[in-house]
């Protein structure tokens, strides 16, 4: 049989409608054995057996069974990726850059939005491990005991990102959200800002910051930091009524630092609307340096978080346990820190 796409189609599974192996096989003209190693093992056989089963499996559409390979090899080339919202532009950089770096080692990304939620993170979680993946990178370090106790059960690797912690369930890249925190309060003081407030998302992580916030502030001499909690995932219109939350309770604030950028913008937005002058009247800095941030007018301060080197490292954390590379990882935490950066807004 010299013309592959001379074979007649082949029948589906009765029930499932699926092509199987079997059927890609009967179409090359070579056993099942036969075609499964030109699929898994090339080079056990001729590149004309390679060719023909290529061609059957062009022409029918066959999807191996990836489960089945996963079982004998205990591969799955999946690693879980869990964000709290896709509406969190923050956290796409990451997303990208680990996508990019475990795609070009050979495996496939499945994203979850776990919402703040433990409760969200423990269905996802269950449903992953099940999968057996070859690793499991989460945004946080705030689990719930249960999703702990089963993650170290697994033995996947797991890398928790976007925060620190004493106690990691396994490796953890990211930056420590109190010292930030304290970093903004004294940028807005040595600046000349006595009078601070602060809008944060009403996640765990914004929160902390914003506590760390407080205190270096009280530290420095601002008796008190007011701050308006907002929803999240939180957008430019918690950050208009942050602001008017804010300005209802202590009118003569004079800096604002916020838990998004976006939120920042909001907060600038509803200033203008009210006459307020940036920086002037009132400075604003956010947090996360999103693209827009430098072209807004004033240009926004903020804090940068290098997403694209939490992405990456991550990744190398997955690819080197995964692989089972002879050296042992010698840092299994990497601070990857932050940085302000100054523009008109402040």
């Known amino acids: 049989m010299s013309d592959v796409e001379s074979f007649p189609r082949p029948r589906r599974r009765k029930g499932s409608g699926a092509v199987t192996l079997r059927d890609v096989a009967k179409l090359a003209g070579v056993a099942p054995i036969t075609a499964s190693r030109a699929l898994n093992t090339p080079n056990q056989v001729s590149a004309e057996v390679r060719a023909r089963v290529a061609e ?41 850059s680990l996508t990019e770096a475990l795609f070009a080692a050979g ?28 690793g499991l990178v989460l945004t946080g370090t705030s ?15 797991v890398v928790e990102t976007w925060d620190l912690s004493d106690d990691p369930i396994d490796m953890l890249v990211g930056f420590s959200h109190e010292a930030l925190g304290r970093s903004v309060a004294d940028f807005l003081v040595q600046r000349g800002y006595r ?16 506590r760390a916030f407080q205190d270096q502030a009280k ?19 918690s950050g208009r009524r942050g602001l008017a939350d804010l300005l209802e309770r202590q009118p003569d604030i004079d800096a604002v630092f916020c838990s998004s950028d976006s939120l920042a913008v909001g907060v600038m937005l509803e200033a203008q609307s009210r006459g307020l002058r940036i920086p002037q009247d ?21 804090v940068r978080i290098d997403g694209t080197a939490i992405g990456r490292q991550a ?19 990497i601070d990857v820190g932050f940085q302000i950066i100054p523009r008109a807004s402040t």
Do not use: C
């Open 56 to 96: 059957a499996v062009r022409s029918t559409g066959y999807v191996p069974n990836l489960l089945a390979g996963a079982l004998s090899s205990m591969r799955s080339r999946m690693v879980g990726v869990s964000v709290p919202t896709i509406a969190g532009l923050v956290f796409l950089e990451t997303v990208q």
């Open 107 to 134: 495996y496939q990304v499945l994203l979850g939005q776990t919402g703040y939620d433990n409760a969200r993170e423990d269905a996802w979680l269950e449903a992953m491990i099940g999968r057996r993946p070859d």
């Open 143 to 157: 689990h719930s005991e249960q999703a702990r106790l089963r993650l170290r059960a697994a033995g996947v690797p």
């Open 195 to 210: 009078r601070l407030a602060g809008v944060a998302g009403s996640d765990e992580r914004a929160q902390r910051r914003f």
């Open 219 to 237: 530290a420095l001499g601002v008796p008190e930091v007011p701050i308006a909690k907002m929803a999240t995932p939180t957008t430019l219109g």
């Open 282 to 302: 009132l400075a604003v800095i956010g947090f996360g340096d999103l693209s827009m941030s430098a072209d807004m007018s004033p240009a926004l301060t903020t």
């Open 315 to 333: 990744a190398r954390f997955i690819i080197e346990r995964a692989e089972r590379k002879p050296e042992p990882l010698q840092q299994r935490t």
